[in-house]
């Protein structure tokens, strides 16, 4: 567990997504939940030893199922974005396969727990925004869009932080098979525009703007290389094979294959938008 303010605590290190908790007078806002039930377990254990604060709220940054499925584990309203509840309900059959496609790397960790993971439909949604009045800190939920249809930025004033979702992943790749390119550049030239000190990416390290500067540089380095072999006469197919993107980022050697078929898809996607 990371200290990032007073008020805030990250988790970077599970399987999965990165998760966080805002301590407030009103209770504690959960950012996103931890993927395995061992660590769900864990996480609320290393809450317990900083507050033993009602948990209030429990905030997705958007559907996919590295952020949400541990959502069941805490017993409080969850809230997401309104276009995220297809994809809620879309996990509910297809779970397994998500796991398989995501992290084929690292069955026995997640392989006896699937049964013990229950979708859990968020109460609360919106479409543009949502202000929580914790009484000592405010908490701004924005639709950005960008890495998918229902992606949120959390922006804690007070705290000069934001919680990116997948909008922001540090030194790994991102899945692009749902993103809508110019709106995620918009929104990671906005951030650079805002008072913060402190980004959670969706996954990998916290970091400060440098982080979303690199990212950036990402997504423009893999447009600019996509849109050239388009031009030259490259199918969508061709495209993924040319593409010579992996090394940006540091891979493990045993991920090279899942993560190479993450960019070849993400290629297909971005094609149809350059
Ligand atoms: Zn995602």
Known sequence: MEKITDKIYVETEYLGNNVG?????????LI????????????KEAIR??????FAYLISTHHHFDH????????CPAIAHKNAIGGFEYLKTHLREEFERF????????????????VVMPQITFSKELFL??????????????????????YIPSEKTVFAGDNIDNEMHPFLGQARLSV???????????????IIPGHGPVGDKQIAIKFLKYLEEFMHQVKTLKEAGYSPEEVGGKIDIIDF?????????TVSNLITEGTKVIYAQV
């Open 133 to 154: 009045n914790m009484g000592d800190c405010v908490i701004e939920l924005k639709f950005v869009g960008g890495h998918s249809a229902s992606s949120v930025s959390i």
């Open 21 to 29: 908790v805002i301590i407030t007078r009103e209770g504690l806002v």
């Open 184 to 198: 995620w550049i918009d929104y990671l030239k906005g951030i650079l525009d805002m008072e913060v000190d402190t």
């Open 32 to 43: 996103e939940s931890p993927m395995l039930s061992a660590d769900a377990r864990h996480w």
């Open 103 to 118: 992290f084929p790397e690292d069955r026995d960790q997640w392989e006896a727990d699937v049964p013990n993971l229950k």
């Open 249 to 257: 980022f540091p891979v493990d050697p045993k991920e090279r294959p």
């Open 49 to 54: 030893k900083v507050t033993d604060k009602k």
């Open 68 to 75: 949400v499925i541990g959502n069941c584990h805490f017993d």
